[in-house]
């Protein structure tokens, strides 16, 4: 039975197995599949190799068959990046719960545990630098044709690639007196929603909606013409991202996906709250905008001055926290992220020294707080 569509996996659980990861993937798109797919091969194939005599689910065991797998990917040359490694043991461990059920064999569920997966790495946010972001937008705009506008689309929206070349034509609404906002359609989370746009991105989308018009193609309902798919569309302008990155002297890979961040930095930066800017950004989680959200020391020392010029006794109290409109538990568990994340951001403008070594014991201290924090429930 083939599970990759370059080439078939002969083993016995192969056909299993790809019923597990059609089950588990119905409702996923096509790259997040894909992963699960490319999972099941390695394994089945370490398998195979290393284990030929394993020919039915219950003879499955932890050791040698899962742990001998993990070692496996430990020894990869080159090594294996943290995420990835973290990234395929999720996807065996989705798989084998889904094969316990399915096949009535609860012991497949605990091959994998959840101790198994090491730590995930720090994300650093990737907006793009101040200098940078007023570079490529001046580029764009002096170029003024179809990519660079889909560009400053993406950066003045937020929006995913995929979303962008997913977009309708109509994708504009008129929400109220001079107040417009966009739709973007169903994304990576399986998610839509309405973005509120000023008239400068009014303006873009009927720049796009005229270079439409000059399109061969007959209208398809999208705002943009794809004439040999999606995926080539977005190879195509991630392309042209590159030859602007260029042109302007950025020696750095830049790629779209960090207008998004650099979109949801600039929100934070205008007080939009978090739970404004999940909305904006489609999240259904607070500690994944969190990834996206850069606060440097500069932005910390602007508010630290700015609370400071307003003394407490002139300032109404605000009845709830302003970290976010939530209550109860999800609240709390917002009130945490927060605060790691403003710890983390102030921690690493210091040099290495007893301070910054401080700050990093606290910033895991929270870590297990918000990890006891999300076990609870209202009840408790």
């Known amino acids: 039975m083939n599970l990759s569509r370059y080439v078939p996996v002969e083993h016995p659980l192969a056909l299993q197995f790809q019923r597990a990861v059609e089950s588990l993937t119905a409702g996923l798109v096509y790259d997040s599949a894909r992963q699960y797919r ?48 973290i990234s395929r043991l999720m996807h065996l461990r989705c798989i084998l ?33 101040a200098q940078q972001d007023q570079l490529i937008q001046q580029e764009l705009l002096s170029r003024n044709d179809l990519p660079a ?58 720049r796009l909606r005229f270079f439409r018009s000059f399109d061969p193609l007959p209208l398809d309902g999208r705002l943009l013409s794809r004439p040999h798919g999606k995926q080539a569309l977005i190879k195509q302008l991630r392309f042209y991202l590159q030859e602007v990155s260029a042109a302007v002297g950025i020696s750095t890979r830049i790629v779209p996906h960090q207008l998004r961040h650099t979109y949801a930095s600039e929100m934070v930066r205008a007080s ?78 210091l040099p290495d020294g007893l301070p910054r070594r401080c700050l990093d014991r606290l910033s895991n201290r929270l870590t297990k707080i918000l990890s006891e924090a999300r076990k609870l429930t209202p009840s408790a």
């Open 97 to 129: 719960e889904e094969l316990a059920w399915s096949a009535q064999l609860p012991g497949l569920a605990r091959l994998i545990r959840r101790e198994d997966s090491p730590r995930p790495p720090q994300r650093i946010p990737r907006a793009l630098t």
């Open 38 to 85: 490319g999972t099941v091969r390695n394994f089945l194939i370490y398998l195979g190799d290393d284990h030929p005599a394993v020919c039915s689910l219950d003879q499955l065991r932890r050791d040698p068959h899962i742990l001998g797998w993990f070692n496996q990917l430990h020894s990869r040359t080159p090594p294996l990046a943290t995420a990835v490694y």
């Open 272 to 349: 939009v709250s978090l739970p404004a800017v999940m909305k904006l950004l489609g999240h259904t989680d607070p500690e994944m905008t969190m990834r996206y959200i850069e606060v440097t020391s500069h932005d910390l020392q602007r508010e630290f001055h700015l609370a400071h010029s307003k003394p407490r006794h002139l300032t109404p109290q605000p009845k709830a926290p302003t970290i976010s409109p939530r209550i109860g538990l999800d609240g709390v568990i917002d009130s945490l992220l927060f605060s790691q994340h403003a710890m983390e951001m102030f921690r690493r403008s």
């Open 149 to 206: 506008n889909v560009f400053l689309l993406l950066r003045h929206t937020g929006m995913r690639i995929g979303e962008c070349a997913d977009i309708s034509y109509d994708c504009l609404r008129n929400v109220g007196p001079d107040r417009w906002a966009i739709h973007v359609p169903l994304g990576k989370l399986k998610t839509e929603r309405m973005v509120p746009v000023d008239s400068f991105v009014c303006e873009l989308v009927q």
